[in-house]
C-alpha cells in the first residue's frame, strides 16, 4: 500500500490559526446580533415594550415603534417571533420534523412580519425630500394609483388595493418627489390596520409635510378576511375617501379629482 503523506507542522499551524480567526470572525458577527433574551433571560419583546411604557407612548398596531428599537434588535425580534410562531405550529398540531414544508415556516413567517408585511411599525418614516415651489404652482396634482399592501388588525388577513393622492399645492406649499407619495404610502400601510385609520393617518401626514390648500386620498381594497374567511363574498371592496382643506369646501375641485382617478 501506498504511504498516507501526513500534512506538515506548519500546514497544520496555519490551518488552526484560519478557524480560530474564522471563529473571531463569527464570534464578532455575532456580537452586533441582538439576543433574542436580555441577560437576564428577559425576551426582547418585553425589554422594547418597557421602554415604550417608560415613556408612555402608544403602541397598537398601526403605531410606529422605531424610536424605541435599538440597532440589531429586529434581528433578534425575528428569532423571538419565529420560537413562538414554532409554538402555534405545534398546537395547530402540524409535525414540522417530519413534514418537509413546514420546517423551517416559523422563521419564513417571522421575517415576513418583522422585515415585510408589519415592517412599517419598526422602521423610521422614509426621509422626504422638500423643494421650494418656485413657480408658484397652485394646480391640482393627482398621484396614483398607488398599489398597497396591508393586513387587517382583526384578522391579520391581507388588504390589497390601490391608492390615489390629490394635491393642490399653495404658492408657499413645499413639493416632494413622486417617488416619495409611494414610500410614505408604503411605509404607512405595511402594519396591521383598519382601512378607515390608515387613509386619515396618510391624509395627515401628507398635509404636515406639504402643507397645501387642500388634500385628498382615495382606497379601493379587497379585504381577504371577507373574501377568504367569514361570508366569502369574492366581490365586495371597501372604498373610502379623505378630504381636507379645498377639497372639502370646494365641490367643484372634489368633483374635478373623483371624475380624473375614475379614468384610471
Known sequence: MPTKKLPSKKTVSSSVAKNAGSKKASTKVVAKRASSKDDGGIPLSVVIRKRIEAQKARFHAND??????KPGELEGLVDEVAEKMQAVLESLVIDTENDHNTQNTSRRVAKMYVQEVFNGRYVD????TKFPNVSRLNELMIIGPITVRSACSHHLCPIMGRIWIGVLPSKESALIGLSKYSRLT?????????QEEAVVELADMLEKKIKPIGVAVVMDADHFCMQWRGVKDRDSKMINSVMRGAFLKD??????????????
Not at 408604503?186 to 383598519?194: F, G
Not at 365641490?251 to 384610471?264: G, H, Q, T, V
Open 125 to 128: 418614516q422614509p426621509t422626504l
Open 64 to 69: 410606529n415603534i422605531s424610536a424605541f428599537i
Open 251 to 264: 365641490s367643484n375641485l372634489r368633483r374635478e379629482f373623483l371624475a380624473l382617478i375614475d379614468r384610471k
Open 186 to 194: 408604503e411605509w404607512v400601510m405595511c402594519r396591521p390596520q383598519i
